[in-house]
């Protein structure tokens, strides 16, 4: 199991869970400021299958703030991505874990913010129906 994302599985349907995920994150102060359909793309650019992948770009614009004010190159970094994908195991969420992703900065001054962050996400994640976290024996 990928150790910079917590995983999730979701016994709804593709379509349904991107609309509550995407809910559950506002609730949370997190709005999407991207979102790439991934199966749409290859299949556009490259004429190949894959299957439903889409990535939301989560961000918080308040913690955003604070963190780019500790430390202006995080916005490389920027926005903390959850992605929603249906595969032959049914959908699943990947959300990237904040504490991993900026623990490639060298700033002291982010670690309430990561912690804001993943508590945040995590809240959402808890408010999706019927999320389940995959643990790393499960994968």
Same mark, same amino acid.
């Given at each position: ?7 999730? @599985?979701? /016994? +709804?349907?593709?379509? %349904?869970? $991107? %609309? ?7 609730? %949370?102060?997190? =709005? ?10 290859? %299949?556009?650019?490259?004429?190949? &299958?894959? &299957? @439903?992948? @889409?990535?939301? =770009?989560?961000?918080? #614009? ?6 780019? &004010?500790?430390?202006?190159? !995080?916005?490389?970094?920027? #926005?903390?991505? *959850?992605? *929603?994908?249906? /595969?032959?195991?049914?959908? =699943?969420?990947? *959300?990237?874990? #904040?504490?991993?992703?900026?623990? !490639? ?7 309430? $913010? *990561? ?6 996400? &995590? ?7 019927? +999320?389940? #976290? ?6």
């Amino acid at each position: 199991m990928a150790t910079y994302v917590n995983q999730y @599985r979701v /016994d +709804a349907a593709f379509a %349904e869970t $991107i %609309e509550t995920v995407t809910d559950a994150l506002a609730e %949370e102060g997190f =709005g999407v400021l991207a979102d790439i359909d991934i199966q749409a793309a290859f %299949e556009t650019k490259l004429d190949e &299958d894959f &299957d @439903r992948y @889409r990535i939301l =770009g989560a961000c918080n #614009p308040a913690l955003a703030s604070d963190a780019l &004010d500790a430390e202006y190159e !995080l916005g490389a970094l920027l #926005p903390c991505n *959850v992605v *929603v994908y249906e /595969d032959e195991a049914g959908v =699943g969420i990947n *959300v990237v874990d #904040p504490a991993t992703l900026f623990s !490639l900065t060298d700033s002291d001054g982010l670690e309430a $913010i *990561v912690d804001d962050v993943a508590s945040g996400l &995590d809240a959402a994640m808890h408010a999706v129906p019927e +999320a389940t #976290p995959v643990s790393q024996t499960d994968a």
